[in-house]
């Protein structure tokens, strides 16, 4: 048996027992769960906030390889608008798909593995929901932003003004998106 660097953590509502579905192909179990949300689960201006629930609703299916595993992560988004940078919070649900080999069959050195007949869903989470957060995170997707010239946000009343000074048509110029709208990834 070979010594892997770190055993799981049986504790962890995120390592799955899929005793009953080793080495025997076709087999198929459900798990519905919440779990709590690990640190980091996300980038600088969004993410899951640690210890907030997420839903697991999970097909854990026994193939010849090993175990693998659909389903979906539905969690809570706390993130701070790019534009006008308020704090919000929005559901999301991330599509999970994780396929866990056996440790003695052949895969790549990057691959999912069961351990001790267990599997750590934590890698494949991050996988699903870091990859999938907006660098530019919007609290709406039609956020006017702020008032360039005192900072207020401008969803509250649009018709925000400062007096006569500034010509209403100038203010189609600020929603304008000149951070480039190319970094899309």
Excluded at 75 to 104: H, I, M, N
Excluded at 124 to 136: H, K, N, S
Excluded at 145 to 173: A, M, Q, T, Y
Aim: with cysteine; charged share 30%; aromatic share 4%.
């Amino acid at each position: 048996m070979m010594n892997s660097h770190h055993h799981l953590d049986h504790r962890s509502p995120l390592v799955l027992e899929v005793h009953e579905l080793a080495r025997r192909a076709g087999t198929m179990k459900e798990i519905h769960r919440v779990a709590e949300a690990p640190a980091d689960l996300g980038i600088d201006m969004i993410g899951v906030p640690q210890g907030s629930d997420i839903q697991l609703d999970l097909r854990l299916e026994s193939v010849v390889e090993g175990v693998l595993v659909t389903g979906t992560a539905d969690v809570t988004l706390k993130g701070e608008c790019a534009r006008c940078l308020v704090d919000f919070s929005v559901e999301e649900s991330f599509d999970l798909q994780e396929l866990y080999f056996y440790p003695e069959k052949e895969a790549e050195e990057e691959a999912s593995r069961i351990e001790e007949e267990m599997i750590d869903l934590d890698p494949a989470l991050r996988d699903a929901v870091v990859l999938d957060l907006p660098f530019t995170p919007l609290c709406r997707d039609d956020c006017l932003g702020l008032c360039p010239d005192c900072g207020f946000v401008l969803n509250g009343d649009p018709d925000h003004s400062h007096g006569e000074e500034i010509d209403p048509r100038w203010g189609k110029l600020s929603d304008l998106d000149v951070s480039g709208a190319e970094d899309k990834n």
